[in-house]
């Protein structure tokens, strides 16, 4: 049955066209995009396009806007550093640098003290870690994780094993062995008995076939690994995982980096996802969400790891003080409430959706923690048969009645609105994605 409270919207309107037209001429058509959404301007988790419309915000610019749209407070900060210097670049000090390394450190989710290095994106955030893994220990290789996604240079695309179209003649770096990960509803491995779980399986699997056949593990500098998959398809690990993988890393001397860039900063309902595990890990990569939208990622490194001399590594606007405030405004926001909404709303999301896939035979699997939720889409829920069809058309017709959502994965939908969304907010996004659910599973399954 449809919803009769959602209305289809024009779109793209007038406007959005002319801008599409002149977008698809000049602008690098190696972006995908997922829908024909020209931004106006927004307000929380709220978007309006130039023509008017308005669309309730499930995506937050891919897990980047925690705070929602122009916080007041991270705009605040932006216009009162703006009026004073824009850039001075890494090879001086400033205040705001100091005070936002000092915040992350106090944060770090491992305990002894951190040592920062801030640049620009995730992927820097990554190859800024695998440098000092590879530095620190002397040694080569790397594991990481089948379905990973860590970014798109050079160092970092040779750990994303997400989508062959962005491994495909680039030529990534051979020195990464990629195990399967820890995924329950469609595992690679068959459990062993004994086994505790499935992320014990793949522990297990790393320890007593990779390391006794293709890689000495006297020769891996670290692990790197995502503490919930995010490009991959929103993927929770089994409990055991991260406790077995800190095992086995500490037997042999290998680094445990998480990759932190989707899951951290608030979205889970802590700071981190590993604190979810009980599990230290020896460096934190973090972006996205840290600055509301303001290009800022970096790496958390235990201090006794940061042996590289200086000019080892660097960038020019490392600690850069726009991204520096904005960070620290976002992080104000997320302690006085984001953090913990994150967890309440995430809650109450995954109860509605455990409820829907009650009623939608397409939604195969619900799963989640905190503002981090994604759905599988399936054929039917006995074969599993992924549908990346279904699952494409439910993104289309949810944006033609004003929800923005994307999928992850080859046939999931992630869900991860700003972590300040209301209740309110959640309803109406909800309420349109049944309806989407619903016109897609009438037209194709
Ligand atoms: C877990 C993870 N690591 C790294 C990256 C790369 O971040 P960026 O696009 O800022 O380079 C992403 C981006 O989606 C990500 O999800």
Redesign the pocket.
């Known amino acids: 049955m449809l919803t009769k409270t959602v209305t289809k919207l024009n779109v793209p309107g007038p406007k959005a066209k002319a801008i599409l037209a002149r977008d698809h001429v000049v602008v690098s058509h190696a972006y995908g995009r997922v829908a024909d959404l020209v931004m106006s301007h927004g307000l929380g988790s709220q978007v309006y396009d130039v023509d008017g419309n308005r669309f309730i915000d499930f995506v937050s610019g891919?897990a980047v806007n925690s705070t929602g749209h122009s916080h007041p407070h991270v705009v605040r900060a932006i216009q009162q550093q703006a009026e004073k210097f824009l850039h001075i670049s890494s090879d001086y000090y400033h205040e705001a640098w100091v005070r936002l390394s000092e915040r992350l450190d106090e944060i770090a989710p491992f305990t002894e003290e951190a040592s920062v290095f801030l640049g620009n994106?995730?992927?820097e955030a990554?190859e800024g870690a695998i440098k000092l893994a590879r530095y620190h220990t002397g040694r080569p290789y790397f594991v990481g994780f089948m379905g990973g996604?860590?970014?798109?240079t050079l160092g970092?695309l040779g750990f994303t094993a997400s989508k062959i179209t962005q491994r495909r003649g680039f030529m990534p770096m051979r020195e990464v062995t990629h195990i399967p990960y820890p995924y329950e509803y469609r595992p690679l491995l068959a459990m062993q008995p004994g086994d505790a779980d499935y992320g014990e399986t793949v522990v297990n699997y790393l320890e007593k076939v990779v390391f006794k056949s293709i890689l000495a593990p006297e020769d891996v500098a670290a692990v790197l690994v995502?503490p919930i998959q995010?490009?991959g398809g929103y993927v929770v690990p089994p409990a055991s995982f991260f406790p077995r993988l800190r095992e086995v890393c500490d037997q042999h001397g290998i680094l445990l980096i998480v990759?932190e860039?989707?899951t951290g900063m608030g979205r889970t309902g802590k700071w981190w996802a590993i604190e979810h595990t009980g599990v230290e890990p020896d460096m934190v990569?973090t972006?996205?969400g840290i600055a509301s939208g303001v290009p800022l990622?970096g790496f958390l490194a235990k201090r006794s790891l940061a042996t590289w001399p200086v000019g080892a590594h660097g960038n020019t606007y490392g600690g850069n003080p726009i991204a520096a405030v904005a960070a620290l405004a976002t992080m104000d926001v997320l302690e006085n409430g984001g953090i913990e909404n994150a967890a309440t709303q995430g809650a109450y999301m995954m109860e509605r959706l455990g409820e829907m896939a009650a009623r939608h035979p397409s939604m195969g699997d619900v799963r989640g923690v905190g503002l981090m939720v994604g759905v599988e889409f399936v054929q039917d829920k006995t074969t599993k048969a992924a549908d990346a069809r279904l699952r494409n058309r439910i993104v289309e017709v949810a944006f033609e009645h004003g929800l923005l959502i994307m999928g992850c994965g080859a046939n999931s939908m992630r869900m991860i609105p700003p972590l300040v969304v209301t209740r309110a907010e959640l309803d109406e996004g909800l309420e349109i994605f049944e309806h989407a659910v619903t016109i897609a599973e009438n037209e194709l399954l």
């Open positions: 891919i994106s995730g992927t990554v996604f860590h970014g798109r970092s995502e995010g490009e990759d860039v989707q990569c972006a996205k990622g």
